[in-house]
Structures are given as structure tokens and as C-alpha cells.
């Protein structure tokens, strides 16, 4: 029975517009974040190959002089 009551009173309160507004803000901004965590993981993923192929090719070409 309790949560019954715990139902029918939740139900009762009425969602703040402005609180819907900045929820919808806080969505929208969790999803940029995590779009932009994974450019940065795919981008630090690239620097770390083009890092290694410099090396090598900083490598290859001393042996050639």
C-alpha cells in the first residue's frame, strides 16, 4: 500500500516548464559531451599512429645518411 501512496502523490506534481527546458538543455549537452569524448579518444588514437610513423620514418631515413 505504500507505495500506492508514494504513486499518487508523485502523480500530483506538476512538471516546472523551466525545469523541462533545462533538462532538455542538459540532454542535449551530455550527448555533445560524449560525441566529443569520442572525436578526442579517436583523435588521441591518431596522433598516437602518426607519432609512431614519424619515428619510423625518422628511423629509416638516419639509416639511409
Do not use: H
Request: glycine share 4%.
Amino acid at each position: 500500500m505504500t507505495n500506492n501512496s508514494t504513486t499518487s502523490s508523485t502523480s500530483q506534481v506538476r512538471p516546472c516548464p523551466g525545469l523541462t527546458w533545462e533538462r532538455e538543455q542538459l540532454a542535449r549537452a551530455t550527448g555533445i559531451i560524449g560525441q566529443l569524448t569520442e572525436e578526442n579518444t579517436s583523435l588521441r588514437q591518431m596522433i598516437r599512429q602518426l607519432t609512431l610513423q614519424n619515428s619510423k620514418l625518422l628511423k629509416d631515413k638516419d639509416r639511409w645518411q
